[in-house]
């Protein structure tokens, strides 16, 4: 058992807290924000993750706590990881100011308590060399160098499967550059490494093709930073790629899906993550790669190639845009049923959803939009990112689509391919749906009576022949 602090309590903090708490640890969770660590303390989840309530019932009061305070959590910890923010500046950079901010917090309980060896672990998505600044700032604030050392341990896990991909990794990647601290880091993880962790009862479902005991990599620092930004980035090129093979495969006729499962079928390519759509979002890639192309500049690499990432992923909103123009013409006065606001499906975040910015563009057009999602609504509605009452929040995609003239989705929730498209198809003025996720199949689509528009295949339209709905019905 290892006694951790994890500071930040958002997706990745709170979520990475309460699988070391699962992985036998003795955990205390840190936010500023006084009213998240209220509503812990309550039992509530405050994010839409599979599996975290009941991780969370699990270990909450025993080995799990809450707390407002980032020194009394260091001072009672061996490991210190830092999971706060690290969003995007003006010019691109990463602003590591929380990091900051917490790391002299944690250097004053060092200070303050010296009597123990610490470890200072970043799992924030931080530039490469930030360990060094780390390391610096608890210097500067009076950590005894002989008491702690800085880590680089990057988190993967990925929103929506949040739990499962922590408890069943792909890969641990530990960077540090004292023997010490790769020791405690590893020990932290053995439950995994050793495969100690799946012989127990009652523990979190294995999902499909995973393999374990879980991969340990150990690195310097600065190696496993860049691993994380690397990683993402190339992930964000993946996405932009197939988006552009998607375009050339509009243009001339060619369906991407067949492209994707020829290309994919080569096992140095992989299916994975070679997904057409309405491009990338949510509070990782965009970020990243940016940080990413300011970190090269600032090591002297002119990395151009993730300009042109970024190019793709923004235009791919506006040719989004121009499919709704080809399918209704004139878009003002136009109303919208629009299934998925989150940035991808399985979780309720919207920070740089392309759902939302789409959504934003097709209102300042002119259009009525009628929204539904599984989970971000409450999100949505608190974060004012639509002017008010500007969208109709449905109760399900029925009641989204009731009189519109076209249906989009525009979130992969697993969900919506479970709908009933009869009555989806009622519901509408006219059955067109413009699919920027490529959810399903465009026969089908034909063959249950829609016009089917989607990301990079040939338009269908419909087969059946419909009985134009009553007025109002859904
Ligand atoms: P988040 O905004 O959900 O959570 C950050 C939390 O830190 C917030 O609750 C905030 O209140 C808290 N915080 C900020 N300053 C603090 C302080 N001084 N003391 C205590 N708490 C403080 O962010 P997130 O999505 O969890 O991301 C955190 C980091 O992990 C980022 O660097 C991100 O790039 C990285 N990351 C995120 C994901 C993801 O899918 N969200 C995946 C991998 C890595």
Redesign the pocket.
């Known amino acids: 058992m290892v006694r951790v602090a994890v ?7 709170l979520v990475a807290a309460a699988c070391f708490a699962e992985l036998g640890h003795e955990v205390i969770c ?4 006084a009213r ?1 660590i209220a509503a812990l303390e309550r039992g509530e989840t405050p994010i839409h993750e599979k599996f975290l309530p009941e991780l969370l019932a699990r270990h909450r009061g025993h080995r799990l706590r809450f707390s407002g305070s ?1 020194r009394d959590a260091a001072r009672d910890s061996q490991a210190i990881f830092i ?4 969003p995007p500046s003006e010019n691109g950079e990463a602003d590591l100011s ?1 990091v900051e ?2 790391s002299r ?1 944690i250097a004053q309980a060092i200070a303050s308590s010296p009597n123990e060896y610490r470890i200072v672990v970043e ?4 530039p490469v060399d930030t360990s060094r600044g780390v390391h610096r700032v608890m210097e500067l604030n009076g950590a005894p160098t002989h008491l702690f050392d800085v880590a680089s341990n ?6 929506g499967s ?1 739990v499962t991909d922590f408890l069943y990794p792909d890969r641990i990647v530990i960077g540090a550059d004292s023997e010490r601290c790769i020791a405690l880091l590893k020990k932290i993880y053995e439950p995994l490494t050793d495969g100690s962790y799946y012989q127990n009862k009652n523990i979190i479902p294995e999902p499909d093709d995973v393999q374990t005991p879980a991969r340990l990599i150990a690195t310097s620092a600065k190696s496993a930073e860049l691993i ?1 930004h690397a990683s993402n980035a190339f992930l964000a090129m993946k996405i932009s790629f197939i988006n552009a093979v998607a375009a050339v495969c509009e243009s001339v006729g060619a369906d991407v899906g067949q492209v994707r499962e020829g290309m994919g079928a080569d096992v140095r390519i992989g299916k994975r993550f070679l997904n057409p759509g309405i491009g990338y979002g ?3 890639f965009p ?2 790669v940016k940080a990413f192309r300011a970190v090269a500049e600032h090591c002297g690499y002119d990395f151009g190639m993730l300009d042109e990432v970024m190019k793709i992923n923004d235009e791919q909103r506006q040719r989004f845009i121009k499919k709704v123009r080809n399918a209704l013409w004139i878009l003002k006065g136009k109303r919208l049923a629009v299934l998925g606001l989150a940035f991808k499906g399985g979780t309720d ?1 919207i920070r740089d959803s392309q759902a939302i910015a789409i959504v934003q563009l097709l209102l300042k057009e002119g259009c009525s939009i009628a929204a539904f999602d599984p989970a971000a609504m409450p999100k949505t509605q608190a974060s004012g990112v639509f002017p008010e009452e500007a969208v109709f929040f449905a109760e399900n995609a029925y009641a989204a689509a009731r009189d519109a003239d076209a249906v989009l989705v525009l979130t992969d929730w697993e969900e919506f391919t479970a709908l009933d498209f009869e009555r989806l198809r009622a519901a509408l003025k006219h059955p067109i749906m413009i699919d920027g996720r490529n959810l399903f199949q465009p026969q089908t689509m034909s063959e249950l009576g829609f016009t089917y528009i989607s990301i990079g295949r040939p338009e269908v339209s419909a087969k059946k022949t419909v009985a134009v709905p009553a007025p109002g019905a859904d």
Not at 30 to 33: A, I, K, L, R, S
Not at 154 to 159: A, D, I, M
């Open positions: 500071i930040g309590s958002g997706y990745v903090g840190v936010d500023n924000d998240k980032v999971a706060v923010g690290t929380y901010a917490v917090e799992k924030s998505t931080v990057p988190e993967f896990l990925r929103e949040a994380k949510g509070s990782c970020k990243d975040d």
